[in-house]
């Protein structure tokens, strides 16, 4: 009996995208999940080092400076496991990601407009949520709609999105 290799074999999706090359949807892909991939690294950056100034601002003891450091891993985790509950309730990936940003902007805006500690956890947690479900579903989109000839680059290049925004996030913070 001969054993056929069905998973090597691409699929037609995928000759006609390596056949037609990139379009400017493809490349507003590239671009959101460089920017969401930024936001992680902004976000992941300002935890580690931007919470002692907000420690002092909010009047924080350590039990809140930890809570507010860690909070946002759990919105990453919790927004990464409910993901494709989250697909099936809106519809569509695209309607997923669109409601995903509009919780990212409500969160930064509580972030950055939040009156005491609690706010400023919930905000932090909001964020977390909306960055753990964009990260993976845009990570997603992009790998289905690159030419399979450039998909690692392209891939490669949203990551620097993480690096570049995680350097404006340090330098924001010394200046």
């Known amino acids: 009996m ?7 074999k691409p699929s037609e999706m995928a000759i ?6 990139y379009t400017k949807a493809q490349l507003k892909i590239i671009l959101l999940t ?3 991939f930024g936001f992680d ?3 992941l950056t300002l935890a580690s080092n931007m919470l002692i100034p907000f420690q002092s601002y909010y009047e924080m003891n350590i039990f809140w400076l930890e809570i507010s450091s860690a909070i946002i891993f759990l919105g990453l985790a919790i927004g990464s496991l409910f993901l494709t509950n989250l697909i099936d309730l809106c519809g569509s990936r ?3 990601v669109k409601k995903s940003l509009y919780v990212l902007f409500i969160g930064h805006f509580l972030l950055f407009a939040t009156p005491n500690k609690y706010c400023f956890t919930l905000a932090r947690f909001i964020c977390g949520l ?7 579903i845009t990570l997603s989109i992009t790998c289905e709609t690159i030419p399979f000839s450039s998909r690692g680059l392209m891939i490669s290049v949203c990551w620097c ?7 404006l996030t340090s330098i924001f913070m010394i200046w």
Request: glycine share 14%.
């Open 161 to 167: 999105g993480y690096s570049f925004f995680q350097g």
């Open 34 to 36: 460089t920017i969401i």
């Open 41 to 43: 690294g902004f976000h």
């Open 130 to 136: 909306a960055i753990g479900i964009l990260t993976a």
């Open 2 to 8: 001969e054993v056929k290799k069905v998973l090597n």
């Open 94 to 96: 695209m309607n997923l």
């Open 16 to 21: 006609f995208i390596d056949k037609h090359g």
